[in-house]
């Protein structure tokens, strides 16, 4: 898989859960390592529906091929005077994607839910800053990432947000171009 920078808007735990099950697993069985930065509950529900497809999750994390890290710890380690620092985001999220696997030069897959987590907080700045630093890290680092965004947000999607991805994950976990959407009146969800 290319590198691509996708958002999935979901309506449900289980649904974002089982979509992103699938795009690590994709992964996962072509030895590309994983890193998830969610809440103790979608991290729950990935881990589950990773189990369902077959994949031993303890012996994934021991290897360090599955990393799972809190999206609220990660967000506050990176944040100075409410804005993501970043030189606090490399020396955090840079080196969690750097130490996947324990290899260099293998793509991974990554699934965040920090911009959302400022999204509802009412820090749409602060969370288009973060988009922009996970951009970077994506040029620096081999990697996928797919980010999530729940139902709690007031209104639509805002095109600012959605432009800032490169694909819109549909439910069946098939990425599409952003180009190819209508994103006047938000994302399909």
Not at 37 to 48: L, M, Q, S
Not at 51 to 62: G, I, K, M, P
């Given at each position: 898989m ?110 965040d ?28 680092h081999?990697?996928?990432l797919?980010?999530?965004?729940g139902p ?38």
């Amino acid at each position: 898989m290319n590198s691509f920078h996708g958002v999935r808007y979901y309506r449900s735990a289980d649904s974002v859960c089982q979509v992103v099950a699938v795009f690590l697993g994709r992964g996962l069985s072509c030895d590309e390592p994983a890193l998830v930065i969610a809440t103790p509950k979608h991290r729950a529900g990935v881990r589950k529906f990773l189990r369902v497809a077959s994949f031993s999750v303890a012996s994934l994390q021991q290897r360090c091929q599955l990393v799972m890290a809190d999206a609220s710890r990660t967000l506050s380690a990176i944040m100075v005077n409410g804005t993501p620092d970043p030189v606090r985001f490399e020396s955090v999220v840079g080196a969690l994607v750097a130490g996947l696997g324990e290899t260099k030069h293998r793509h991974a897959r990554v699934y965040d839910e920090m911009v959302d987590l400022l999204w509802k907080r009412g820090q749409p700045t602060a969370a288009l800053q973060l988009e922009t630093l996970w951009d970077r890290l994506l040029g620096v680092h081999e990697c996928s990432l797919l980010c999530g965004h729940g139902p709690d947000q007031p209104g639509k999607p805002a095109r600012a947000l959605i432009a800032r991805h490169s694909h819109v994950v549909a439910d069946n976990g098939v990425p599409h171009p952003v180009g190819d959407l209508d994103v006047s009146n938000g994302a399909d969800r």
